[in-house]
């Protein structure tokens, strides 16, 4: 003998499908609201609440017409999309997720690098400027002193090109480390921006219309609630109004006529009728 639920099957379900939705919600808002914040966008505040007006409405509206709906098709075609609708907000997470994270181990490692470039450039410089000292005093010394100047100005000018390569190539290799990610780049350089959000108005539109095609099955008696809910609307069982009754209009009474007269001359009626019956008009 089979025991019952302590829990209806029906709203294990429920529970188990907004469970899911609220999750995936959590964690591509948590991710997409970082990106937001990092483009320094003026209107970051509106740009969080569209993602959550079109994105979490359209998952949470697919997922209650899904579970709810009395029509088999709605049912169907509500899972459809709110399946492929979370397949592509998880696949769009992960990859700005991914981007975010490039760009921070970039930013790392351009700090390290420019820091290790500037300590061996400072090395550099002293190592070669004490050295040209050296070889322009013993050039002093001698009595070259044009020697000594011209050792002098060649260390200068070999300390500065040494340091332009050094920073060229420093700015190859920042330029070279950009963030990256494993959908495409044309994907994360704008379209990334709007595809999500316009899937997620078709997918609610597309919901939208096939709902208003089952309106029939889902509010028979159309009383403007559906009838999943009749019995639970305010306490009580919502019935439709009775429909009116249309009393036809009694037709006007009609007054009785006069019987004619008949009249007679030389026993024979000459008000244009011919007596009925026996003749029982017929005067004595």
């Keep these: 003998m089979n025991k019952p639920h302590t829990l209806p099957f029906s709203w294990q379900r429920a529970l188990v499908a907004y469970a899911l939705q609220t999750g995936v919600t959590l964690y ?13 966008h003026p209107y970051a505040v509106w740009l969080k ?50 981007y975010e994270g490039s760009k921070t181990e970039n930013l790392a490692m351009i700090e390290a690098m420019a820091d290790g470039q500037a300590k061996i450039a400072q090395a550099q410089t002293e190592a070669q400027t004490r050295a040209n000292n050296e070889s322009a005093l013993k050039a002093n010394q001698l009595g070259q002193r044009n020697t000594a100047r011209r050792i002098i100005t060649q260390g200068q000018q070999t300390v500065a090109s040494a340091n332009a390569d050094a920073q060229k190539a420093f700015l190859d290799k920042a330029e070279a480390a ?11 350089r704008g379209a990334m921006y709007w595809v999500l959000m316009a899937l997620a108005g078709f997918f609610l539109m597309a919901a939208l219309w096939v ?12 009383n403007g609630i559906p009838d999943a809910l009749e019995g639970f ?13 249309v009393v036809a209009a009694k037709p006007p009474a009609v007054e009785p006529q006069p019987k004619p007269v008949a009249i007679w ?3 024979k009626r000459i008000d244009g ?12």
Excluded at 63 to 72: C, E, K, N, P
Aim: glycine residues 14%; neutral net charge.
């Design 49 to 98: 609440l569209g993602l959550i007006g079109i994105v979490d409405l359209a998952g949470y509206v697919l997922v209650t017409w899904h579970l709810f709906a009395r029509a088999a098709s709605t049912r169907v075609i509500c899972f459809a999309m709110a399946l492929t609708l979370m397949i592509v907000v998880l696949v769009h997470t992960g990859g700005v997720a991914g």
């Design 28 to 40: 591509s808002n948590s991710v997409l609201w970082g990106h937001i914040d990092s483009l320094n």
């Design 233 to 245: 609307v305010g306490g009580r069982t919502w019935t439709a109004a009775p429909p009116r009754q």
């Design 211 to 222: 709902t208003e095609k089952a309106g029939h099955v889902e509010d028979a008696n159309e």
């Design 178 to 188: 950009k963030p990256h990610s494993f959908l495409p780049e044309g994907y994360m």
């Design 273 to 284: 009728h011919e007596p009925k019956g026996n003749g029982a008009d017929r005067p004595h």
């Design 265 to 267: 001359q030389g026993g």
